[in-house]
């Protein structure tokens, strides 16, 4: 099985990779920097570079994609977080679609958040293509709303491919993870804007998760026992879903 796998060098990406691997897969690994291809996926060059990359090593064939790629709510820019999170995910997914309908058994998966449910796709401003105005009068917290708003995009348009992808017989899922131990949550703990709400909530499974636990549902959702999952997303967030909106599903 050969799958690639974005923000391959760090955190989520790297677990899965090493999951992957240690369970017989061929993995290609896609990041700004120790991968197989080295791609920058906040432009649209840079996404179609990686594009190409992937279908020269691959042949045009793929069983399986995972897209961890992303940045947190503290980087500085909340443009790039948009342009990573959302535009370069989406372009990766269907520029890979191709070679997905040429493999065994085929499957994605895309790294959203729970942040994705923080608000709504009415109330997105990337559904309507608005979201530099929206940020110029967030203030200071615009990254975590463009964090929010570009996990939101990536969980509906993934939703979105339900039947088209179905129809060519792949399969396509979200996970979202809660609070995980990372570069990328450490670099909200450091961030004086966010790190004391960060260390002050607690899930009720009240620990943080690890990589490694994102990586075993990401292996589920590839393989042959979840051939009826699709166009789904799993919260794997010890609880925090459930806590704070249980009546909403
Ligand atoms: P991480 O920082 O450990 O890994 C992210 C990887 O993405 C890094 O290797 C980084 O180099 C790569 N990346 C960033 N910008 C890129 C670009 N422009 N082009 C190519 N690669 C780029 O973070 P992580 O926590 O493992 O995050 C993986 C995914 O999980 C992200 O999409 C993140 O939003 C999501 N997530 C993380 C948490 C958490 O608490 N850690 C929670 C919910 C969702």
């Excluded at 509906?156 to 017989?169: M, S, T």
């Excluded at 961030?191 to 589920?220: C, K, Q, V, W």
Aim: proline share 6%; hydrophobic share 45%; aromatic share 6%.
């Amino acid at each position: 099985m050969t799958v690639v796998v974005t923000g391959s060098a760090s955190g989520i990406g790297a677990a899965t990779s090493n999951a992957l691997r240690a369970a017989g897969s061929e993995v290609v690994g896609v990041d700004l920097r120790d991968a197989d291809i080295i791609a920058d996926l906040s432009s649209s060059e840079g996404a179609q570079s990686a594009v190409d990359a992937v279908l020269d090593r691959c042949g045009g064939v793929l069983d399986g994609v995972v897209l961890c790629a992303g940045l947190g709510p503290h980087v500085p820019d909340p443009r790039l977080i948009i342009a990573v999170n959302y535009h370069g995910t989406v372009a990766l997914l269907d520029g890979l679609f191709p070679a997905l309908q040429k493999g065994a058994n085929p499957a994605a998966v895309v790294v959203s958040s729970v942040a994705s449910t923080h608000v709504t796709w009415d109330e997105n401003p990337i559904a309507a293509g608005g979201e530099d105005a929206a940020l110029a009068a967030a203030g200071e917290y615009g990254g975590a709303l463009a964090y929010a708003w570009s996990k939101n995009a990536v969980t509906v348009n993934v939703r979105k491919r339900a039947a088209e992808w179905a129809g060519a017989g792949v399969r396509l899922n979200t996970v979202a993870p809660g609070s995980i131990d990372t570069p990328l949550l450490q670099g909200g703990l450091d961030d004086p804007r966010f790190g004391e709400a960060i260390r002050n909530f607690t899930a009720p499974i009240p620990r943080r998760g690890t990589p490694d636990e994102i990586a075993s549902l990401i292996l589920y959702l590839l393989g042959p026992q979840a051939g009826f999952v699709h166009g789904a997303q799993f919260m794997i967030d010890g609880g925090v879903d459930a806590l704070t909106r249980p009546t909403k599903f």
